[in-house]
């Protein structure tokens, strides 16, 4: 690299590190938060999560028992969909995680440097489950596929869907 190249580029690292600072500082004022809180009272406010950075939403699950909404992060890029819930510890019993799928079509997961146990739903295009998944061993490699073509896949703690009596046929809404 040339050195004037080097010293621009040098200049422009600290103009972006200056710039984040202060976006950081503005982010975290009194005045800046009380203007997003008025900002609109319609809009719903996004959650993100604090270990994935992904955005949480909520989805409810529709079975003979009743309804069961739960706060699931939104694995929607095909690199957030590849890394999943690997190398997680803990996830809350009404947390979880949602992989949708556009368009709708086979899928396989695996626990591939997944540290806790998860059943995991494949949810077609209609939004009832095709087939559940449940109790995968961490760090297992075998793909455990849907029964057709998913629309999206939920995770949950291993066991979470036999305690909510979520069964093939359900609906799931999010």
């Not at 309804?67 to 947390?95: C, I, K, Y």
């Not at 109790?135 to 305690?163: C, H, M």
Request: aromatic share 6%; with cysteine; hydrophobic share 50%.
């Amino acid at each position: 690299m040339k050195p004037m190249m080097r010293k621009t580029l040098t200049n422009l690292s600290v103009l972006v590190a200056a710039c984040g600072l202060l976006a950081g500082v503005g982010a975290c004022s009194p005045v800046a938060a009380s203007a997003q809180a008025g900002a609109s009272t319609a809009a719903v406010e996004q959650r993100i999560h604090p270990v994935s950075g992904l955005a949480v939403i909520p989805l409810t699950v529709d079975t003979a028992k009743g309804s069961h909404v739960f706060q699931v992060e939104v694995a929607a890029t095909p690199r957030e969909q590849e890394r999943g819930l690997m190398f997680r510890n803990a996830m809350g019993a009404d947390e979880g995680m949602i992989f949708p799928m556009n368009p709708p079509r086979p899928a396989a997961f695996w626990m591939k440097n997944t540290v806790i146990g998860l059943d995991i739903i494949f949810i077609g295009a209609d939004h009832k489950v095709l087939n559940i998944a449940a109790n995968a061993v961490p760090y297992d490699e075998t793909p455990l596929p849907s029964f057709g073509e998913a629309a999206g896949v939920l995770e949950l703690n291993a066991g979470r869907a036999a305690q909510i009596g979520l069964k093939a046929g359900d609906t799931v809404r999010w």
